[in-house]
């Protein structure tokens, strides 16, 4: 799996859009770009994943640059509820990493009042 | 809402202890993982499966052990605990790959302190 290189910490307030950051410099053409998030003491949730193009769900958005070496969550209006450590991971589709996710150390994002 | 499941959430145990986490899911998943995790410390990878009689030894090497008898069980087991062995213990699973990529579901986690 390529590594990510994501800062931190990051603040937001509530209401506002949060966008977090990620490099994938040396991702491969194969690799997704996964968006997980983890609220204290809880297991990762997913929250988004993409290829090239980018994509929208219920919970967030992905934008990724056109040369895919980084990418952007964007949480369209933060609540307190999105405080948490957000996980950028680029995925090799294929060998022996299949399927398996690689966790760094991630954004610890923290929304304020 | 991703249907995985893990007992118990929360353990106490002495030292010298056999336990086994629970950890089931009706996704009709293949593929199952078991993470460890310390407090404000990164995931680790320690078992993963791709299916019934598979097992594999992740990443970060673990004492524990795993089986998996039937697609939706994926217990682990520690035959003699050991305060070391005090860690959150994360469960997951994924759909098959498909063309949209490989998503992992995970459970709420297990908590287990040996004293």
């Known amino acids: 799996d390529a590594k990510t290189t994501q800062p931190t910490s990051m603040d937001c307030a509530e209401g506002r859009a949060a966008n977090l950051p990620c490099n994938h410099s040396?991702?491969?053409?194969?690799?997704?770009v996964y968006w997980y998030r983890q609220i204290h003491s809880q297991g990762p949730q997913y929250i988004i994943h993409?290829?090239?193009n980018n994509e929208t769900n219920e919970m967030a958005s992905l934008i990724i640059t056109e040369d895919r070496k980084s990418s952007t969550l964007i949480l369209p209006h933060a609540t307190l509820r999105d405080t948490a450590v957000y996980y950028c991971?680029?995925?090799?589709?294929?060998?022996?990493?299949?399927?398996?996710?690689?966790f760094g150390q991630g954004t610890i994002l923290t929304v304020h009042p | 809402e991703a249907d995985i499941y893990q007992t118990p959430r929360y353990l106490v145990i002495g030292t010298g202890k056999k336990i086994t986490l629970e950890c089931s899911q009706t996704?009709?998943?293949?593929?199952m993982y078991w993470y460890q995790q310390d407090p404000g410390m990164e995931l680790h990878l320690i078992h993963y499966?791709?299916?019934?009689?598979?097992?594999e030894k992740g990443d970060l090497s673990s004492e524990s052990t795993v089986s998996r008898i039937r697609t939706e069980h994926f217990p682990l087991t520690l035959e003699s605990a050991r305060p070391s062995h005090t860690s959150q213990y994360l469960c997951?699973?994924?759909?098959?790959?498909?063309?949209?990529?490989?998503?992992?579901?995970f459970g709420e986690g297990s908590w287990l302190t040996v004293v």
């Open positions: 997951a699973s994924s759909e098959p790959r498909g063309t949209s990529g490989n998503t992992i579901y």
């Open positions: 040396t991702i491969s053409g194969n690799e997704y």
């Open positions: 993409g290829l090239k």
């Open positions: 991971i680029a995925e090799n589709a294929g060998g022996t990493s299949y399927g398996k996710l690689t």
């Open positions: 996704m009709g998943h293949d593929k």
């Open positions: 499966s791709y299916g019934v009689n598979s097992t």
